[in-house]
Structures are given as structure tokens and as C-alpha cells.
Nanobody
């Protein structure tokens, strides 16, 4: 069972930046499409933030973060990054990374993803 670990969350002022990292808890697993989701309130559905194809060629972002967030990956380390700039209070959420083993188009539905991390809290103060 692949386990993913997110890190890099924290408290930042509006307009600031954070970089989240997602890596397997041990070793290196296969090269798959990956995505970042966020949950902005307990009990609320996880919201797709952005995704990246297995080869890093294609990315896709939700409109709310386009131009501010960037996803990249290092396949040698099975690691994916989420660079978040110009953060806003509404970006406050628990951020999760996820793996889609199908390696087809980037999908936004959380149910299509096979493995998840435990999440990392991002809090943006105004």
C-alpha cells in the first residue's frame, strides 16, 4: 500500500508563498498522474486544486488558483510540489496530494484517485 506524506504547510500572511511537497513514505513508487486537492472546512468535499500528468508535460488547475499556483514533479524522487504564490485567506484549507494510477487525462473527481496523503494545513491570515 502506497502511503503519501505531504509537508510544507503552515501559517502565512495574505500575499505570501508556500511550497507543499508530496512524497511516498518510503521508497519510490511508479510514475502516475498526481493531483492536489483541498478541504476548506470539516465535512466539506475535497476540492480539486490542480493536477500533473505522469511525465510532467501537462498540468491543469482550477480557475481559482490559475496564475498563482504551480505544480511540478521530480520523478526520480516520486515527489510532487505545489508552489503557492499570492496566497489569499480563501486558500486556507487542508491540502492533500493524490495518485491516479490510470495515467489518462487529469481528472478532477476525488473518487478517481487511488492513494492519498494525510493532508497538511495551510492557513492564510488577512
Amino acid at each position: 500500500q502506497v502511503q503519501l506524506v505531504e509537508s510544507g504547510g503552515g501559517l502565512v500572511q495574505a500575499g505570501g508563498s508556500l511550497r507543499l511537497t508530496c512524497a511516498p513514505s518510503r521508497g519510490i513508487f511508479g510514475t502516475y498522474n498526481m493531483a492536489w486537492f483541498r478541504r476548506q472546512a470539516p465535512g466539506k468535499e475535497r476540492e480539486f486544486v490542480g493536477g500533473i500528468t505522469w511525465n510532467g508535460v501537462n498540468t491543469y488547475y482550477v480557475d481559482a488558483v490559475k496564475g498563482r499556483f504551480t505544480i511540478s514533479r521530480d520523478n526520480a524522487k516520486s515527489t510532487v510540489y505545489l508552489q503557492m504564490n499570492s496566497l489569499k485567506p480563501e486558500d486556507t484549507a487542508v491540502y492533500y496530494c493524490a495518485v491516479d494510477k490510470r495515467n489518462l487525462l487529469i481528472v478532477t473527481m476525488p473518487g478517481k484517485y487511488d492513494y492519498w496523503g494525510q493532508g497538511t494545513q495551510v492557513t492564510v491570515s488577512s
